[in-house]
């Protein structure tokens, strides 16, 4: 952003109360907007481009002489991905994993591609979704599609342009090494919109993604630089189940250990 412009790039969290007295205000040239607000900020533009309308989400508003334009750039991006991964939608079935915002407008770009059918997938079968083990079912009985669920330590685009992976089979316990057309990484990356006030009150330190830092970063201890104070679980980083059950029980060794020292 700095190469784009002189005029500073950032970062203002604002609570729920907090988004209408900032945009009543509109001391800004211009705004990204993330969830959970996108859909909130509609009400307070002077203007809409009609796909940010149709999609029912805006990620970018600019200040024009004291009235509010919005806009949605998403659609841009994920045009642009359909256009450099060669991928013609038109006539075709395509399956959304997932219901949030982003779902919204890809499913507005596949209408705009002319897809044939457009399914979305979600765990709650909201709004017209079907569920996952739905989706599994039918491409496997209908289409031939296979699924696998694993740990991935390794994967590497391949000279075809497929992905050549290396993963445990976790339905089955097993090695995989194999090459596919595709690969869904299901992590969570976001950290909780909390961490920054709780590490505010505490004293803690967060990491660039607003994960919590522990008192030695470099070993994912639970210690923290707050006496008293222990970190587990995904408030530290991304995790699994497993992974979150043995940083729990590692998290309950630390506090033993100091409880035995008051």
């Not at 989706?135 to 342009?161: F, K, M, P, W």
């Not at 976790?170 to 299901?186: A, E, K, Y």
Request: proline share 3%; hydrophobic share 35%; charged share 25%.
């Amino acid at each position: 952003h700095k190469r784009l412009d002189s005029n500073p790039y950032e970062l203002i969290e604002l609570k729920e109360d907090e988004l209408k007295p900032f945009l009543k205000k509109r001391d800004f040239l211009g705004i990204n907007v993330t969830m959970p607000y996108k859909a909130a900020v509609i009400p307070y533009l002077d203007w809409i481009h009609e796909p940010a309308r149709e999609i029912g989400a805006v990620n970018t508003v600019i200040n024009v002489d004291g009235k509010l334009y919005g806009y949605n750039t998403d659609s841009y991006g994920i045009e642009w991905l359909f256009q450099h991964a060669k991928i013609n939608a038109h006539g075709k079935k395509a399956v959304i994993l997932g219901t949030g915002g982003t779902s919204r407008t890809t499913r507005a770009v596949l209408k705009s591609l002319g897809a044939a059918e457009i399914i979305r997938v979600s765990r709650s079968k909201k709004d017209g979704s079907i569920s996952y083990e739905e989706l599994y079912r039918e491409s496997q009985q209908h289409y031939g599609i296979n699924h696998i669920r694993g740990r991935i330590s390794e994967a590497a685009q391949t000279i075809d342009g497929k992905v050549k992976i290396k993963a445990e089979d976790t339905l089955v316990g097993r090695p995989l090494r194999m090459t596919v057309d595709m690969l869904v990484l299901m992590v969570g990356f976001c950290a909780g919109r909390n961490n920054r006030t709780f590490s505010e009150d505490c004293g803690l330190d967060l990491r660039l993604s607003n994960f919590m830092k522990p008192q030695n970063p470099f070993d994912c201890s639970n210690v923290t630089a707050c006496e008293g104070v222990f970190l587990v679980g995904t408030v530290k980083a991304p995790k699994n189940i497993s992974e979150t059950l043995h940083d729990a029980a590692s998290c309950a060794h630390s506090v033993l250990n100091y409880l035995k020292t008051l």
